[in-house]
């Protein structure tokens, strides 16, 4: 199981956090495993520390929640608390910890939200700012990616110190753009204004400029949007009639769906189709959707991966198979005894598949 998959299976048993009551319960539900999903073992003490003393000036046995060690020094730091705590109060104590410690890397997280910080700004000081940042119920693949550098296989300091300011800088400047798109400064307005308007830029002329920029932006951000989902829709259109003109039809409508009404005869034939093809396959592969006016058999369930077409609802009846471009040849049939004739076909189209 890849990262990802780890982290949407904690993703999903954050979902129940409500009945999550303590911090201790907050670590054992989410944070052990987000570790673990890294490749630590949580529960090896050379690896992973619980519990790690940081003294603090006159301040003795200051303990740390976790600390993640390689080649016997402390890497990465790591504080919990509770998922209902709000972690803006709570940087500053990871922040003693960090300055007292050798790793280069801290931590926060209440479960939910994680902040990976360094010392991008000033050496062994922890910046205010995480360069890394996600709410594991919504982590975007570009997160992903980056999270894979602290992964125990491809943990380099230098190279996540590389690519940390980078990603520091790029967070704030999209926290940027999004409040200047929103609500955009009165600089923001004023740059604009002077470029399309002759004249002096007086309050008034602000205060028209700044309902006409935002509307521009939101206009702007739709047309975009609007324009990508044309240019993607198209591109797949294409795709599917190049390669799959065994897909179910999107024409087929909640109101085609109604009408179908799948036969014995169908069923039939489907097992006589899943008979062919266990020689190759485990049935629990062979999948079969109806329509109005065939019967489509495909192999995971998938669209891409299918196998034939029964039409036995007309006044003759016919087994279409594919050929290797998945170009579709409709056989009639008078039986569905005779399907069994066309097994080298089903079991050729298998082969294509795996």
């Known amino acids: 199981m890849d990262l990802k998959d780890q982290l949407k299976l904690i993703a999903d048993r954050a979902k129940h956090k409500d009945n999550i009551q303590t911090e201790e319960a907050t670590k ?3 944070v052990m495993p987000f570790l673990q999903s890294l490749g630590y073992d949580v529960f090896n003490p050379l690896e992973v520390v619980p519990e790690f003393i940081a003294d603090i000036g006159i301040k003795k046995g200051e303990k740390i929640d976790y600390a993640i060690f390689k080649d016997g020094h402390p890497t990465i730091l790591v504080e919990c608390k509770d998922w209902r705590q709000n972690l803006n ?3 500053g104590q990871l922040l003693r910890y960090f300055h007292v410690s050798k790793a280069k890397f801290g931590l926060l997280t209440n479960g939910i939200t994680y902040r990976f910080y360094s010392d991008l700004v000033a050496p062994n000081k922890m910046d205010e700012k995480p360069f890394l940042e996600f709410n594991i119920i919504d982590i975007k693949d570009n997160q992903i990616e980056e999270l894979k550098k602290f992964h125990k296989a491809n943990f380099d300091v230098e190279s996540i110190v590389n690519t940390a300011s980078e990603m520091k800088y790029m967070n704030e400047l999209k926290h ?6 929103t609500e955009p400064s009165a600089e923001f307005v004023k740059y604009f204004a ?5 004249g002096r830029v007086t309050e008034k002329v602000l205060e028209q400029f ?4 935002k509307k521009s932006i939101q206009q702007y951000i739709s047309d975009l949007i609007t ?12 795709k599917n009639k190049v390669e799959n003109s065994f897909e179910i039809s999107p024409e087929q409508n909640l109101s085609d769906i109604s009408k179908i009404n799948t036969t014995e005869e169908e069923l039939e034939g489907f097992l006589i189709v899943k008979t062919i093809l266990r020689q190759k396959i485990p049935v629990s592969r062979i999948t079969y959707r109806d329509a109005q006016s065939y019967f489509a058999i495909f192999l995971d369930d998938n669209n891409r991966k299918a196998i034939c077409r029964l039409y036995l609802n007309g006044g003759k009846k016919f087994i279409g198979t594919l050929d290797e471009n998945k170009k579709e040849t409709k056989n009639e049939i008078q039986s569905l005894d005779e399907i069994f004739n066309y097994s080298n076909e089903l079991l050729k189209t298998i082969e294509q598949f795996e």
Not at 176 to 181: A, G, M, P, V
Not at 227 to 238: C, G, H, I, N, V
């Open 210 to 213: 700044t309902e006409l920029t």
């Open 227 to 238: 324009e990508r989902l044309k240019t993607a829709l198209s591109k797949e259109d294409e």
């Open 89 to 91: 109060v709570h940087d």
């Open 176 to 181: 940027l753009l999004n409040n200047e798109l």
């Open 28 to 30: 054992n539900a989410f």
């Open 194 to 198: 002077s470029k399309v308007y002759i």
